[in-house]
């Protein structure tokens, strides 16, 4: 497309205007035969590239990065220096303008295009210059090429010869300390082609925590996009933090690619299998038969328990009393799926008895809901209870203590009782949620209040007995579409990398 005009007529100049009249009637009087040709307008600038057509209201940038804000700037979190017009792809042609034409803000002379006398100028051999760059370009891209093949050559010659090392036995002098991940997190992590039971651990994390809450990346239906080797790296990376987890679900065959991987990796870990209950009855009835299929397969040896359902009760009967009728209706419907399941793991014959519970909130509990269970695992939160994080860890064990261990203990089956759920958020999706309420920073969604209770909950709660499963292992984006805090309750991030958190140590 031709470089678009950026210039505008001078009022009295040009074929059409008063001062060529002028001119033409003067070499009459004067008796001269006038020659005179149209020329085109002369310029006038309007706008230069320090003061473009509109400013931008987007990530403004310092004089230091930029000599103007870009106005097509996109939004962005971080700002970061803005690209050469020259490096910026241009859109088609049909809808360029002033506005949209990268090039219109170039410095271009206007002796380009519009010679105004018939002096030679410093631009008038433009199509020569114009081949002599075009050559240029070519020798610089051929260059390129060049030296691209060889950084292949050496590379594809280094990665052969480390092969044929490792062939000849010549390059196995330290299997740990190669077969870990190469990212800059140093997370254990698998490399191709290796035993996963060998990988790279990292030096900054230790087994301190009772349990962890996990949900495998992509485990939700339609999609069932899970992979074999995702759930492997975070099994390595998760048994150096602890020896248990509990799951939430068996769709998409998730409890066989938990077990699998830590049967793969030969860690010491043991899983909490569970059954996610709603009014999907079909839904219920394929995970019942995903955890039967994985105890046939990989045994029980691995397995605690099976937990059936996560806040069925809470999500059924609200926050009704638990003497309400729609509490007592909740009860019933999961204390008869938990008597299937029950009745369906014991005819397996398995080698042992594996105890059957539920998990919901923490205010749920009740006599009448212990009897009807082995376990009972209470989702204990301090974020929800609007706790200022200096007070959250001793919270947490107080109200788990009293809503539930206490209550737990007046069932004649004295169920076990677990803290399914507790943790910290570090941020909010939305500002108006990134505070429970507390105030500021003590009630912040922020790293450093996660810090604060991780020191303050773990040891502690290791030293009273506490049997807990933190929440969680990592970041879940996809909980995105809830909004708030949902999606950002991760020690990790969503790739495995460690929050700018430091593990406490307990004595």
Known sequence: ?????????????????????????????????????????????????????????????????????????????????MPLMTEVAQPAAAFQSRHTNPSAHLPIPSENYY??????????????????????????????????????????????????????????????????????????????????????KDSR???????????????QLPGCGATQANITKDIQLLSQLTTRLRLYGANCNQTALVMQAIQDTKVNMTIWPAIYVDSNEAAYTSQLEAIVDALKTYGVDMVEGITVGNEYI???????????SAYTSALATIADKITQVNSTIQALGLSKNLPIGTSDAGSVMSKSLGEDVNYFMANVHPWFGALAIND??????????????????????????????????????????????????????????????????????????????????????????????????????FDRELKNVTIPTCN
């Open 314 to 324: 809470l999500n059924t009967a609200g926050s009704d009393s638990t003497t309400s």
């Open 115 to 200: 010679p105004i006398s018939n002096e030679p100028t410093a631009f008038e051999n433009v199509a020569a210059q114009q081949k002599a760059r075009s050559k240029k370009r070519w020798f610089v891209i051929g260059g390129i090429i060049l030296a691209v093949a060889a950084v292949v050559g050496i590379v594809v010659g280094v990665v052969v010869s480390q092969v044929n090392k490792s062939h000849n036995g010549n390059g196995s002098s330290s299997s740990n300390s190669s077969s870990g991940s190469t990212s800059s997190s140093g997370n254990g992590t698998l490399t191709i082609g290796s035993d996963p039971s060998t990988f790279q």
């Open 205 to 219: 994390l230790h087994q301190v925590f009772w349990g962890f809450a996990y949900t495998p990346n992509d485990v």
């Open 392 to 493: 959250a860890a001793t919270w947490t064990y107080e109200f788990f203590q009293e809503f539930d261990v206490q209550v737990g203990a007046e069932a004649s089956n004295n169920p076990a009782m677990y803290i399914a759920e507790t943790g910290w958020p570090t941020q909010s999706s939305n500002s108006s949620e990134s505070n429970d309420g507390a105030g500021s920073p003590q009630g912040d969604a922020s790293v450093a209040n996660l810090q604060t209770f991780l020191d303050t909950f773990v040891c502690q709660a290791n030293a009273n007995g506490t049997q807990y499963f933190y929440f969680e292992a990592f970041d879940e984006p996809w909980k995105d579409i809830y909004g708030g805090v949902e999606p950002w309750w991760g020690l990790f991030n």
């Open 1 to 81: 497309m031709a470089q678009q005009q950026r210039y505008t007529p001078v009022p009295g100049m040009g074929p059409s205007g008063n001062s060529f009249i002028v001119l033409e009637r003067l070499f009459l009087v004067l008796g001269v035969s006038p020659s005179l040709k149209p020329y085109a307008t002369c310029p006038q600038r309007l706008s230069t590239p320090s003061s473009p057509p509109r400013a931008s209201s987007l990530n403004s940038r310092s004089l230091s990065t930029s000599s103007y804000a870009d106005p097509y700037a996109t939004p962005d979190s971080t700002a970061t220096a």
